[in-house]
Each structure stands twice: as structure tokens, then as C-alpha cells.
């Protein structure tokens, strides 16, 4: 199993999981596909919190991925937390397997805007590689505008770029970097 792997934990209906794969594939340059996995996203509710625990769920996802080195991110529209945090927008193992990443704090209707597809898209395109970005070993970034700039809030998502740079870039992809030499 290699590669990247999708999978849907409840994801919103207003994402297309289909799509969000043929972006992750241009970015990464990596197989990317949408498999489905036994995932009891349940067991990770919080009923006091009403949220999801984020690190539960990676350790859900863990318990039931395929033996191989392929990366498997969790897609849900449901609200994440850790105990320290009144949320996240996803969580990750460094240089591992285990993604997740929610759509719920993504969505401009949660905060009284007009829902906008695009929006939505383009934010979980971000979450999605900075969380698969964790898994390949990379850490927060500041040096520049990177889609491995931490965000706080849905705003600071707008503001960074759905790319990686330059540094970050040759960190997960050392052997597609080339070094242009010349006169
Ligand atoms: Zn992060
Ligand atoms: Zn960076």
C-alpha cells in the first residue's frame, strides 16, 4: 500500500473527495486514491465536548489501515479537538502514516458567510497537504509563504498558498527537485 489514500470518515457532502484526490495527485506527484476503510469514527466522540478527539481517530485510522508505507488521510466533516485546544483543523503523525483533517471549521456557513464550494475546496486542498505534509516530516513553517504556515483560524488558512516552498518542497520531494545550473 503506497502511496496516498483517502478515506472517508463522514466527510461533508458539499466535498468531492474525487476531486480533492486529482488536486493532492498534481501537488504531490504521488498515486492518490479514495479507499474506504472500517474506521468506528464513533468511538472517538466526546460526548461532553460534542467533538471528535482528534488523536483517537488517528489511532483509529492506524488500527484498521493495510499493512504498507502509504499514507492514509482521514476526511470528515466532523468537529476535531485536542484536550489542550477548543479545536483543530486537522491532526498528523511526524513522518508517518496516520492523517486527519475536518471540513466542519471550513465551511463559510459556520461563521454566518454565504456557503461558497470554492472556498471549501480550496481550504480543505490546503488542510489536506499541510496535514500529508506532517506525515512526510515536515514541521511548521515560517519561513515564507507555505501551505506549512500554522493557522489558528480559517482566516490564516486564506492567507497562505496551497503550495509548499521551496524548502519544504525539496524536503518531501528531494528527488523531484532539480538544481538549475548554467552560465
Ligand atoms: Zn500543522
Ligand atoms: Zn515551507
Excluded: W
Excluded at 459556520?110 to 512526510?136: D, P, V
Aim: with cysteine.
Amino acid at each position: 500500500l503506497e502511496g496516498i489514500h483517502l478515506v472517508p470518515l463522514l466527510p461533508d457532502r458539499d466535498l468531492s473527495l474525487a476531486r480533492l484526490a486529482d488536486s493532492l495527485r498534481a501537488s504531490f506527484r504521488l498515486p492518490v486514491s479514495v479507499d474506504q476503510l472500517p474506521v468506528p469514527v464513533e468511538e472517538a466522540y466526546d460526548a461532553s465536548r460534542r467533538q471528535y478527539h482528534s488523536g483517537h481517530l488517528l489511532m483509529l485510522i492506524l488500527r484498521h489501515a493495510p499493512a504498507g508505507n502509504g499514507k492514509i488521510l482521514g476526511v470528515t466533516s466532523r468537529d476535531l479537538f485536542i484536550p489542550v485546544l477548543t479545536h483543530v483543523f486537522g491532526q498528523a503523525q511526524l513522518n508517518n502514516r496516520a492523517a486527519v483533517f475536518s471540513s466542519f471549521r471550513l465551511r463559510n456557513d459556520l461563521y454566518g458567510l454565504r456557503h461558497s464550494h470554492a472556498l471549501l475546496r480550496e481550504r480543505s486542498l490546503k488542510e489536506a497537504m499541510h496535514e500529508l505534509g506532517h506525515t512526510f516530516g515536515l514541521r511548521h513553517c515560517s519561513g515564507g509563504p507555505c501551505v506549512m504556515n500554522p493557522s489558528t483560524y480559517v482566516e490564516d488558512i486564506d492567507l497562505k498558498p496551497a503550495e509548499f516552498c521551496l524548502t519544504c518542497h525539496t524536503t518531501v520531494f528531494p528527488s523531484q527537485t532539480s538544481i538549475q545550473t548554467g552560465p
